[in-house]
T-cell receptor, first 113, second 115 residues
Framework: AQSVTQLDSQVPVFEEAPVELRCNYSSSVSVYLFWYVQYPNQGLQLLLKYLSGSTLVKGINGFEAEFNKSQTSFHLRKPSVHISDTAEYFC???????????FGSGTKLNVKP | AAGVIQSPRHLIKEKRETATLKCYPI?????VYWYQQGPGQDPQFLIS???????DKGSIPDRFSAQQFSDYHSELNMSSLELGDSALYFCASSSRQGRLTGELFFGEGSRLTVL
């Protein structure tokens, strides 16, 4: 079975500060890893994904994430956040066939001026 | 660019009523996924369709059914509604290439409120 853990339900941060949103996963087989962002009353938007290759993945809006197989983690980072980054962020895993995704419980990022 | 269209965006029903949600995938996308996101919860996979056939099933109640039509749009039918069915229902679509790389595009969701 697969599961995704996002330990931080809320992360407050000041504008222009760096941020890291943590994601750990559990799976008995190889999985692919994703980060999605959800703005209020909107659908999920793909930020970035790791399928294979370089463990450092760059996504949209200046976000990046690093896949760490030994620690089964896929933490999301941004060196300098903006007010517009305020949203909920979901980490997700999928098996090889992408038939379904397993989401974490989400982390609300609140960027303060 | 065209996105995934879901209708209705908001729906209010009473207990034991039925509801139908519709999803229109991005043109040339042949795969549709349905997710349910309860208040303050993460999205839970319900069911997916590929080329009009069910491809996978998740935690979808027996009271729910879904299908994908010849034009690739999908409908989620929910009967004997319960208060716990109140949620945001997301539809996502992907193309053949997207299925190989996990490229899903989500709609804005249909918010169902059961009173």
């Amino acid at each position: 079975a697969q599961s995704v853990t996002q330990l931080d339900s809320q992360v407050p941060v000041f504008e222009e500060a760096p941020v890291e949103l943590r994601c750990n996963y559990s799976s008995s087989v190889s999985v692919y890893l994703f980060w999605y962002v959800q703005y209020p009353n909107q659908g999920l938007q793909l930020l970035l994904k790791y399928l294979s290759g370089s463990t450092l993945v760059k996504g949209i809006n200046g976000f990046e994430a690093e896949f760490n197989k030994s620690q089964t983690s896929f933490h999301l980072r941004k060196p300098s956040v903006h007010i517009s980054d305020t949203a909920e962020y979901f980490c997700a895993v999928s098996l090889y066939n992408f038939n379904k995704f397993y989401f974490g419980s989400g982390t609300k990022l609140n960027v303060k001026p | 660019a065209a996105g995934v269209i879901q209708s209705p965006r908001h729906l209010i029903k009473e207990k034991r009523e039925t509801a139908t949600l519709k999803c229109y995938p991005i043109p040339r996308h042949d795969t549709v996924y349905w997710y349910q996101q309860g208040p303050g919860q993460d999205p839970q996979f319900l069911i997916s369709f590929y080329e009009k056939m069910q491809s996978d099933k998740g935690s979808i109640p027996d009271r729910f059914s879904a299908q994908q039509f010849s034009d690739y749009h999908s409908e989620l039918n929910m009967s004997s509604l319960e208060l716990g069915d109140s949620a945001l229902y997301f539809c996502a679509s992907s193309s053949r290439q997207g299925r190989l790389t996990g490229e899903l595009f989500f709609g804005e969701g249909s918010r169902l409120t059961v009173l």
